[in-house]
């Protein structure tokens, strides 16, 4: 062992304790000593001994009495204790036994047997410290994700919180891994505080980096799920309204919560989860049948992944459009690319039903491509500007934005009436990649639109860093401009922005007369939406 191994001697008779003492004198211990039970809880809780021995019959606390109130605690349940006594009645060990004593010397003690029972139970707490150390995180001293597993094996009824600090890593990138090291030990040290005022009696566990669980073994009364709920909200608020205090500084700290109380798979119940609510962007979610619910939804995304093979390999992939109506001339000129697949009844699905899908398999890509292929044949039937959408994930891909320089190579005509769409998206991880493209593609005479602008992430220096030529307005800011007085104010405010640096306006969703002509009197330059036309398979010349 790294330290001197403690032994704590637990006798009313202090000539009692000098003898053990002498008899061990050459084995270098260190000793403390008390008198009786309750003084040597104190000592047991201050100077965490390796080893205790312990006569059997005490005043104030005898023997029976320490051991038991001992074993209640955590760290100590693990403990080697070791009874010297003269009682040799079956009833008095069997006594000790189920208080939790390990094992027995009789008075008067035998010294060299003395000496071979300490070194083994020595050897004993060393294995018992290793685990403990196994058990606990080292830089919050917290039970960790084995501790919590162990302890689920003991529990009828669990009831686990499992919480995560959202944005951990993007936190340890910002502000560096040394000051969230500092802000999650100071954070773990106020949980329990933070805790609803009748469930202080939660054991607290770290069980990944910036993740904690809260568990309770609800013995009898199984808790409504309305209680559940209580418990996990105003934990989760407390959190809201808590800040970390570092080196002056005041921090934030805001959680994603699961709570399960599955009584055969609580982890795996809360685990699933948790991991739903952060892909979902939920702030706290109950966990149970969540496994279940996953599955169904794994198995709903396989027939639609089937859905999308079957309609690439039968070339129902295809492009209906929309047109763009110019408010100024009073014409349609240009017409959007939307993708459609036509599924095995011959019914039209819209991007809504397989895209998102779509982009956690290769098959993402293909529907780009059959895309392009469909705007640019279409493009060279007509003399009207197509526009193409292009996500973020287009642009990073190599040979997306390679089909796409060949196209527009071979095409040099009808490149000056292709327009981009590029997602305002909140994703875009790399402005320079974005710049790249843009400046390739305008060698070619191209148009580049920022699409759904103003949808919740807008950046106006960003539209200042990129050569673009027309700001697509979100239809979440049109659809009701005609009833939301704020709206109107903020579509204004981007029409002079536009203005203000040469930029060309859309409004989208435009559904009726009344926002029409409210889009007109604002100055938008093109209108798109129902109102002036649906998507169709072909152009209306």
Known sequence: MSKKPTILIVDDMPD???IIKIALKNENYNFIEAENGEVALQKAKECNPDVILLD???????????????????KFKRIPILMITSLNEKKDKHKAIEAGINDFISKPFDIEELRIRCRSYMNLAEINNEYI????????????????????????????????????????????????????????????????????????????????????????????????????????????????????????????????????????????????????????????????????EVEQNTKIIHLIKTALDNYKVVSYFQPLYNNKIKTIEKYESLVRIIDEKGKILSPFFFLDIAKNSHYYFKITETVLNNSFKTAEQTNKSISINLSFLDIQNKSITNKIIEYLSKNQAVAKRIVFEILEDESIENLETIKEFIKKVKTYGVQIAIDDFGSGYSNFERILELEIDILKIDGSLIKNIDTNELNKKIVKTIKTFADSIGLKTVAEFVSNEKIFNI??????????GYFIDEPKAELKE
């Open 519 to 528: 889009v007109n009197e604002i100055g938008i330059d093109y209108t798109q």
């Open 56 to 74: 059997a019959m005490m005043p104030i606390m005898n023997g029976y009495e320490f051991t038991r109130e001992l074993r209640k605690i955590e």
């Open 133 to 296: 150390l196994a058990t606990k995180d080292k830089e919050t001293n917290l039970p960790n994700k084995l501790a919590l597993t162990k302890d689920l094996k003991k529990y009828k009824n669990p009831f686990l919180i499992l919480f995560k600090i959202k944005d951990y890593e993007m936190l340890q990138e910002f502000y560096g891994e040394d000051i969230v090291s500092k802000m999650t030990i100071e954070f773990s040290k106020n949980i329990h505080n933070l805790l609803p005022s009748n469930c202080k009696d939660f054991t607290l566990y770290i069980t990944n980096d910036g993740e904690f669980a809260l568990l309770k073994d609800i013995q009898k009364d199984k808790y409504s799920y309305e209680k559940l709920l209580n418990i996990s909200t105003e934990l989760y608020n407390n959190i809201e309204e808590y800040n970390v205090f570092i080196d002056e500084f005041e921090y934030n700290l805001y959680i994603t919560l699961s709570f399960s109380d599955d009584s055969k798979k609580v982890f795996k119940q809360a685990r699933a989860g948790l991991n739903y609510a952060i892909k979902n962007k939920k702030n706290i979610i109950y966990a149970n049948n969540i496994v279940k619910k996953i599955r169904k």
């Open 16 to 18: 009692n304790r000098l």
